[in-house]
């Protein structure tokens, strides 16, 4: 049986630069690394950050755009990796965090780490793309994607392949948010059991999608979980959940002033505490959050 067991987290603040500790507050951080006892095959992050000072400042060199996208990633354990620490103090407006256990049969070689980044997007997903038998789109040759693309991830994996028709159907024009949207229904004509849970971020956006094939957690997950005596974690473990960020709302609850002018929002898979009384909003399946990491403003829509 292939599976990908993954744990996603992603937020977007009103153009300001937020640490992770910042948005979750530390004890969730803490729990959130902790997860990597599971997901133990490696990690990553992306953040979009503000420079300090343009590197061109000083020197005479050329202007640089006025942000840039910092990935990780490595293929220890968060929690085995100093630099995750390091980095969830790190001052950013938008970031994405991966904690992976690998599809069978899939290396663990930093080619296959997530995020992946390309044309100025870095991805991450949850899920592994095959069909009744077992088979992983990869090796599915006349799938129609272009490998090209798919080379351009940097990817090896089922994931990559995900990204690249992402890719795909913003070349053909769409907005982000509806290029991951048809490359969801492109996929499912072949794979429709399978799980595209993602999120993607650009310069101005972070996109974070709930659509799993099963709702119902495997057996096998459960399986994996009771291993660690974890087994309680894995009944909602297809689901994401978020949480609008506003005054005060800095690892704690949400004000309802502050939900009428949010200043971001976070998405989070499960696996750490995100009770309701602190503001945390179950994303039902098929839905996906659509926010700007510059306004800090967000929407949920319907693929």
């Not at 095959?130 to 090209?148: L, Y």
Request: glycine share 10%; proline share 4%.
């Amino acid at each position: 049986m292939v599976l990908t067991m993954c744990r996603l987290l992603g937020f977007a603040t009103a153009g300001s630069n937020t640490s992770l500790n910042g948005v979750l507050g530390m004890r969730a951080v803490r729990e959130f690394r902790d997860l990597s006892e599971v997901h133990n095959d490696g990690w990553g992050a992306a953040l979009v950050t503000v420079p300090e000072e343009s590197p061109y400042r000083r020197d005479g060199g050329a202007p640089t755009p006025e942000t840039g996208t910092a990935i990780y990633k490595n293929t220890i354990a968060a929690r085995h990796d100093p630099i995750f620490d390091e980095l969830a103090n790190t001052p950013a407006r938008g970031g994405l965090w991966h904690l992976r256990l690998a599809s069978s049969n899939l290396p663990l070689i930093l080619e296959n780490q997530q995020p992946f980044y390309a044309s100025g997007l870095s991805f991450i997903h949850n899920g592994d793309i095959s069909d009744d038998q077992g088979r992983n789109i990869i090796t599915n040759r006349s799938f129609p994607v272009d490998p090209n693309i798919v080379q351009s991830t940097g990817g090896r994996s089922d994931s990559a392949i995900f990204f690249a028709v992402i890719l795909q159907y913003i070349g053909f024009g769409f907005a982000l948010d509806e290029a991951v949207a048809q490359a969801v229904r492109e996929l499912r004509k072949s794979y429709p059991k399978s799980s595209y849970n993602c999120m993607i971020q650009s310069q101005d956006q972070l996109i974070a999608l709930c659509a799993a094939g099963r709702e119902v957690t495997s057996k096998r997950i459960v399986e994996i979980y009771d291993q660690y005596g974890r087994g309680e974690q894995a009944h909602d473990y297809r689901v994401l959940r978020y949480r609008a960020l506003g005054e005060g709302s800095e690892g704690g609850s949400v004000s309802a002033e502050s939900i009428a002018q949010p200043k971001g929002v976070v998405v989070a898979s499960s696996g750490f505490e995100q009770h309701a009384e602190d503001g945390w909003t179950r994303l039902e399946n098929d839905q996906m959050i659509v926010a700007s990491n510059r306004t800090g403003e967000f929407r949920v829509r319907s693929i």
